[in-house]
């Protein structure tokens, strides 16, 4: 009897262990998540436009048919990205989204106006900016990164159906791309 | 003299036998123990793993009538369930300073929704720049319809006196502002609010968001 209650205990504190470290494990290894999605959607360092409402509900979701998507998949490792783009629409909003698919820091243009222009940047290549005003803009919205590898998200609200296509082609039109070239800092 | 080393030989057969059998009950005993061990702990554990997992929308939930909200669940201050369901699923939810998401499954009477019904939603000026209000499956999938309208947001919704607007759901074409649903179709609603002081969840429970009324069924 005594044999199985430390039996049954042993297999519930087993059961427990597992229990945690799925749930903590899943957001690593899922192969869903968002990041897996964009993975086989948009190119790095270039902006994957989303028009369509069925197509956005098809990518998460969570992404509203009133809106057109742009949607880029960055890297920081070697340089901070910049995102710069104009908008008309009566509102827009730039997310930064991690690996996990975890919002990290979003604005919207009530901060910025028509004109996007952000940099994402780690906390070392923040420190090389502050020694490097020329590279960036005043306006400039520095980005913290919390990881090398992210989505730039930007939500653009579309107000009438007339207006998608433009704001498609807003959207087409974003840079996103390296601050630097490996070339430059040689 | 025969005869007792017959029975020293038949009973130290008879106490080999014995030890045999134990051995052999012992082994037994240790087999059904570790299936009992496994049965239980990978049960369990999986187990409880996805029934939470399945159920992480019932935590840190803010409801304001038969709206649903997750103010925290895309931030990295989520709770370990609402990251790995987000995982599992792609989500990509409003970052905090782009708005909030409520979804409401059922109307006011808490009846689910059901896309053979009609249904009015009314409501007046919200805290928010913009909002928008979608009707879709309950896999979130959107309903196709000829005119590709999947919701309203609030530059184009009819105004009744001034503030106040109506849009009504159902399978059949309605006057005013309609959004289709598929008939014997459950379905849910989203009104995503764009920047407002209520993303956070702080003074949630003062938004005085749409009312869901059932109108008729099919």
Redesign the interface.
Known sequence: MI??IL??C???T??????I????S??YF?K???W??VLELAPLNRVYVISS??EA??????????FAFGLCRVDVSAAPMLMKGTFAN??W?L???DQ?????????N?ISGPKLNAVLATKGQQRLLSERPDLIDETTIVITA?DSKGIL?V?A?I???RDRPPTARSLDRVLCKPLWDDADTE | MTAFSEKVATEAEDALDLNDRNRELGRVRLIRDIILFIVVAVGLGIGSSYLAINNADKLAVFKVGPWHAWPDASSPKANPYSKADQARRGSLMLGSAEGIAFVAETDDEGTPLDGGCQYRITGSELPARIWTVTLANMNGTLVENPSERFGYHSQNVARINGSEFEIVTGPDVSGGDWLKSEANKPFKLIFRLYETPHASGDGYSEIRLPQIAWMSCQ
């Open positions: 044999r199985t039996l049954i042993a297999a519930l087993t059961a427990a262990i597992i229990h470290g799925t749930i903590f899943l957001p899922a869903n998540d968002i897996h999605k409402p069925t509900v098809k990518v998460s979701a969570d992404l509203d048919p009133a009566d509102f909003s997310d930064y989204v996990m698919g975890r919002s990290q820091f979003s604005l919207t009530q919390t998200l939500r609200f107000a009438s159906e």
